[in-house]
């Protein structure tokens, strides 16, 4: 009998980074021409960490209706912290829990609900307010027999069991949108209480009925479903019962989008640097883009880079306040406050 061991994180890591490995001339290039740039800055200093409290890979960020602020992250372990609106440490959310393995996304819902999506224990996690698990949605690997990747063990396009899920997002009425993307190639649609719905494509491939790597995903407050379709470049734009409408493919490939509230919503879509860095990625990714639903695309900032305003690897996008980003990086280990102008200027 195979010795039993449990999957940890440095073998999930591993097999992520083969099945993430492409050439770099597969990569989706942002097509959209004429964009003006909008001015935009760096707040300094915006996350306050006490002396022990680190940040890894910034996989995710979002904000409540407090302006409170969560980042997920890849640190020593999967943790996922809270900060006030003016950026000081509050507490740590679910240390040790059991669908905590390798982070993804983190989102808050209209009723200040906290969401976490982690592609390791191929769960979507529902959180209260106060902290406490209220809903789970798929199934955590069993142990990994030798280094069999947690996608080879996958029961593929099962109603409740997710393989590397990569998102979550909700529509007015309170409707889950799942974006199972790595080893699924899908959208799952549930009610509010985690019943199977529905779900659109489930096929890896370039047909507009298919998808590839679906990493993020966004609802507007008419139900509509915006995927950000990273392997082929594009966002498909879905109707709530998970019909195709649109497709945007002009903005390279979307590695986070995320859309703001109010009456007159946009959408921002970021065209992030690979998380590998070569170099010649920096030349033709790294931007954010702002958008009207409509994909009309009003002006672009940020560049790929290390500096405050510039982003290594865009992963996570708060946009509650649409002239007021919060975005998480990769790369970087860290998480910015972005403040936008507001007259676009046209590139020289």
Known sequence: MSRMIRWSSSVLASALVLSWAGPLHARPQATAQNVPTIPHESVPDFLKFPDDVFLGEAMGVATNSQGHVFVYTRASDTRLYEFDADGNYVREIGAGLYGFEFAHKVRVDSLDNIWTVDEGANQVTKFNPQGRVEMVIGVRPPPADGVRAASEIAVLNHPYILARPTDVAFDPQGNIFVSDGYTNSRVVKYSPEGRFLGQFAGERGDAPDQLNTPHTI?????????????????????????????????????????????????????????????????????????????????????????????FQTVHGMDCRNPEELIVSEISAWRVQKIRLGARPALDE
């Open 218 to 310: 966004a609802a507007d407050n008419q139900g509509r479903v915006y995927v950000g379709d990273r392997g082929n470049g594009r966002v498909q734009v879905l109707s709530n019962d998970l019909t195709l409408l649109a497709t945007y493919d002009t903005m390279g490939a979307p590695w986070e989008i995320c859309i703001s509230p109010g009456p007159h919503q946009y959408l921002f879509v970021s065209n992030s640097n690979s998380d590998s860095n070569p170099a010649a990625s920096w030349a033709t990714s790294g931007e954010i883009y702002k958008v009207e639903l409509d994909g009309t695309i009003l002006g672009r900032f940020g560049k790929a880079g290390k500096e405050l305003g510039d």
